[in-house]
């Protein structure tokens, strides 16, 4: 069974850094494309950032892009967001996703292994 576990949320203020982790299990994603995806109350869940099975490609969304960082580290199953100067508009349930599709993707339908979600809350 595949598991992707995220850590990391919390609630934070305007200007603070989180970083959120997501560790995988029951599948080796060393191949997969790996993103991280947002879903603010009451808004449908978006794309933040996606990251190529080799680190080598990356993307982020405009909102986010210069203050989000994503990694991966495929020896540990795991992939990071490192988000700094948050925003209150940052908040929302942040969610890590795998994609076994084997080719560079960041359509959302394409990420077929989802975890939980954690919770980030960035107060003004």
């Known amino acids: 069974q595949v598991q992707l576990v995220e850590s990391g949320g919390g609630l934070v203020q305007a200007g603070d850094s989180l970083r959120l982790s997501c560790v995988v299990s029951?599948?080796?994603?060393?191949?997969?494309?790996m993103g991280w995806f947002r879903q603010p109350p009451g808004k449908e869940r978006d794309i933040v950032a996606a990251?190529?099975?080799?680190?080598?490609?990356?993307y982020y969304s405009g909102s986010v892009k210069g203050r989000f960082t994503i990694s991966r580290d495929n020896a540990k199953n795991t992939v990071y967001l490192q988000m700094a100067s948050l925003k209150p508009e940052d908040t929302a349930v942040y969610y890590c996703?795998?994609?076994?599709?084997?080719?560079?993707?960041?359509?959302?339908?394409?990420?077929?292994?989802w975890g939980q979600g954690t919770q980030v809350t960035v107060s003004s």
């Open positions: 990251i190529a099975w080799n680190g080598a490609t990356t």
């Open positions: 996703a795998a994609s076994s599709t084997r080719f560079w993707t960041i359509d959302l339908s394409k990420y077929n292994f």
């Open positions: 029951g599948r080796a994603v060393r191949t997969d494309s």
